[in-house]
């Protein structure tokens, strides 16, 4: 783990102390289980994300083939485009989705990785990613970056938190 990095596992973030008070808005998650089509779940997360967080790019990505990720949706900064594939070797992530680990960069401009390049290129400076697991599979990752400030542990596991109702949701999916 690099001085730059944060990182916390699915077993650490659900004994964290923070786990039990995480607090989401009740219309959040009545409106997150009312979605039953993955593009109606991440138009609950497209709606709600602005009031969760205090962020400037927001996306999810979502296992596509073999190697490689795709950005299914973004709000905020078009930093990197959903045209693209993202490998998952060499992209943060892709790291993420591996490991299962959530992961804050504090500094995307020291980052090697080709998405922590890119967002730096548009002026972002920090970001978090949180992996979309459902019962111990991966399926993607939800992510939030920053032009300024850094991101606090209770921010990791609320994005976590939502991650994991997001693995939930989607695994319920009727398409």
């Known amino acids: 783990m690099s001085s730059n990095e944060y990182h916390l596992s699915y077993e650490c973030f659900l004994e964290h102390p923070l786990y039990q008070q ?7 998650i009545k409106d997150l289980n009312q979605a039953h089509k993955r593009l109606a779940i991440l138009r609950v997360l497209t709606h709600w994300l602005p009031f969760l967080f205090n962020w400037d790019r927001a ?21 990197i485009t959903n045209e693209i594939p993202l490998p998952i ?5 892709g790291r993420v989705y591996k490991t299962k680990k959530l992961i804050i960069c504090k500094h995307l401009s020291l980052s090697k990785e080709q998405d922590c390049r890119m967002l730096a290129q548009a002026g972002l400076t920090t970001c ?11 399926f993607g ?35």
């Open 22 to 28: 995480v607090c989401l808005p009740n219309r959040f």
């Open 89 to 93: 070797d060499f992209t943060l992530v």
């Open 59 to 79: 996306s999810v990505v979502l296992a596509h083939y073999e190697g490689y990720l795709n950005l299914v949706s973004a709000f905020g900064s078009e930093a």
């Open 128 to 138: 978090m990613d949180a992996p979309i697991i459902y019962q111990k599979q991966c």
């Open 141 to 175: 990752t939800l992510n939030v970056a920053r032009f300024s400030g850094d991101f606090t542990k209770e921010e990791a596991i609320q994005l976590f938190f939502i991650a994991d109702l997001l693995g939930k949701a989607l695994q319920l999916c009727k398409d």
